[in-house]
C-alpha cells in the first residue's frame, strides 16, 4: 500500500464514521457524501477547528459558527481506521484496526517525517496544479473518473488548449485523466485532472483572488493556530515553504538539481521553458473584525503580501533516510523555505 496508505472518512455530526475508513474495507459509500450525517458548510461560513488526542485517538472538532451545527471525527480503529500488515511476501493485503495516536509529544522545527518533500510539522497545506482545460478537436468520450473501461488514463485530444488564451500545443505527458463537461457537477467544461507538471494549467494562471471579486473568487481566511491546554498560545515562529524543488526536479524531466540547487526557481518553469504566468503567496489581513487572518492567492487590497513569491525565502537541505541504504542518509533540496517571527498573532 505504500509509505502512506489512505484512511478518509467524511467529519459526520455524530462523530462516526459513514463506512470503514480504511482503503483495504471502504466501499463507495466511504467516499460519498450524505446530507443527512456529514456536516455541510456554506462558503463564506465561519468555521472553528481543533484537535486533540483522546483514547480512541487523535480527534478534529468542527464548529460552524455561522449555521451553529457542528461535526467531527475520530481516527479510531472504531470508525475503520486502520493500519496495512507488513508483508513483504503475501499476496493480499491486511487491515488492522488501528487507533491513530500523535507520534511526538513536542513539535519543532526539526520534527518532521523523513520520507516527505515538505519539513513541516504544525501547518496549513495547500496543494495546487491538478487541473487543466481540455479543448480538442475531437470529443473525450463519457466515462467515469477519466479513465477507460481497461482502467487506462483518458489523454486530452491533440490540438488541446491548456491554461488560458493562445497557449494552444500538442497533447503531453500530464494530460491524462481528462473527462467531458458534462460529467462536471458545476462548471460544464472539459478538463484533465493528473498533475500539471507543465505549470500552465488553471492555478498558474492570474485567475487567484486580488479582491476583483466580479471575475476572480474571494479567498478562504484562516487564523494562526493556537496552542496550549486552553487553546490560547500563540506561536512564536512561522514559516512558508514551497517545494517547487521536488516537483521540478531533474529525475521527473524538469529543471531542478536537487543536489547543488541549479536550475531551481521560486516561479516555476514550463514544458516550453518559460516562468509559469503565476504561483500564488500568502498575505495577512487586519482590521476585519476577527484579528488578523492569512489569506493564500494575488496581492490583495489592504493585505501585507510579505514580499509576495519572496517570502518562500531560499534553498533548503534537508537530510532524508535513503532507501534500501541500511540506515544511511542523503541530502536533498526539496523546498525553498523562510522562518520568521510569526507575523499574524490570533
Not at 524538469?254 to 504566468?277: F, L, M, S
Request: some cysteine; aromatic content about 10%.
Amino acid at each position: 500500500m505504500g509509505l502512506e496508505p489512505f484512511n478518509f472518512a467524511f467529519v459526520t455530526r455524530n462523530g462516526r464514521s459513514q463506512a470503514p475508513a480504511n482503503p483495504i474495507d471502504s466501499t463507495l459509500t466511504t467516499y460519498t457524501p450524505d446530507p443527512a450525517k456529514d456536516l455541510f458548510m456554506n462558503a463564506g461560513d465561519r468555521i472553528r477547528v481543533s484537535t486533540h488526542d483522546t483514547r480512541s485517538g487523535v480527534k478534529v472538532i468542527l464548529n460552524d459558527l455561522t449555521t451553529g451545527q457542528s461535526g467531527s471525527m475520530t481516527a479510531s480503529g472504531a470508525n475503520g481506521y486502520a493500519q496495512i500488515k507488513y508483508d513483504p511476501t503475501g499476496t493480499s493485503c491486511q487491515a488492522i484496526p488501528y487507533n491513530f495516536h500523535p507520534m511526538y509529544s513536542t513539535s519543532s522545527p526539526q520534527t518532521r517525517v523523513i520520507w516527505a518533500a515538505h519539513t513541516y510539522n504544525v501547518a496549513f497545506s495547500d496543494e495546487i496544479g491538478h487541473f487543466e482545460f481540455c479543448h480538442g478537436p475531437n470529443p473525450i468520450p463519457a466515462t467515469q473518473f477519466g479513465v477507460d473501461a481497461q482502467g487506462n488514463p483518458i489523454t486530452c485530444p491533440a490540438g488541446n488548449v491548456e491554461g488560458r488564451g493562445t497557449d494552444t500545443e500538442p497533447t503531453d505527458g500530464d494530460d491524462n485523466f481528462c473527462f467531458p463537461g458534462s460529467q462536471a457537477l458545476l462548471v460544464h467544461v472539459n478538463g484533465c485532472t493528473d498533475t500539471n507538471t507543465g505549470f500552465d494549467g488553471v492555478s498558474y494562471q492570474r485567475v487567484w483572488p486580488d479582491g476583483n471579486t466580479a471575475v476572480h473568487p474571494q479567498p478562504w481566511l484562516f487564523s494562526s493556530p493556537l496552542t496550549g491546554r486552553n487553546y490560547n498560545v500563540n506561536y512564536t515562529r512561522t514559516a512558508f515553504e514551497a517545494d517547487l524543488p521536488r516537483i521540478e526536479a531533474t529525475d521527473l524531466g524538469g529543471p531542478c538539481d536537487r543536489t547543488t540547487g541549479a536550475g531551481c526557481t521560486r516561479i516555476p518553469i514550463t514544458d516550453d521553458g518559460q516562468p509559469a504566468a503565476f504561483y500564488p503567496f500568502f498575505s495577512t489581513l487586519h482590521g476585519n473584525g476577527h484579528g488578523c487572518l492569512w489569506a493564500f492567492g494575488n496581492h490583495l487590497p489592504g493585505g501585507n503580501n510579505l514580499g509576495r513569491n519572496a517570502q518562500y525565502g531560499s534553498l533548503l537541505s534537508t537530510t532524508y533516510l535513503a532507501f534500501g541504504g541500511g540506515g544511511s542518509t542523503v541530502n536533498r533540496i526539496n523546498n525553498f523555505r523562510q522562518i520568521l517571527s510569526n507575523p499574524c498573532r490570533a
